[in-house]
């Protein structure tokens, strides 16, 4: 596969590892997971919209509604840079460090955010994050 099917954006922020933004392969667009951090920060803990940690990496303030705000917006700036958009979406994989918490919120900003789209969607708690955030999606869209 040539590197011409690899999608990386300085619109969205810049991934923690060694990965690109997407990858098309024929007309399906692969994201790679998608967090909250605002696009142009390599600060891990205050480019995360809601999120103030205290020195030791305690919250001193935590908005999960931003974050998950925040996500959705980063997705659909790499869906629209890869040649794709919002619509194109048919399978949307969320992880949460605390479904408990963060599940009945998560799910009112989905259903404000897929009006009229309505992918596949699987949602699974997980431990944690490899940067202190409360939400990551993955996401399949198609791509013309």
Known sequence: MSDQNRISTDKAPKPVGLYPHARRVGNLLFLSGVGPR??????????????KL?????????????????VFDNVKTILEESGSSWENLVDVTVFLVNMKRDFKEYNQIYAEYFKDNLPCRTTVE???????????????ATID
């Open 126 to 140: 997980i431990n944690s994050l490899p940067t202190p955030i409360a939400i990551e999606l993955k996401c399949i």
């Open 38 to 51: 605002v696009a142009g920060s390599d600060e891990i803990d205050s480019a995360v919209p809601g999120l």
């Open 54 to 70: 205290d020195k030791n990496g305690n919250f001193i303030e935590f908005d999960f509604g931003a974050q998950c705000r925040s």
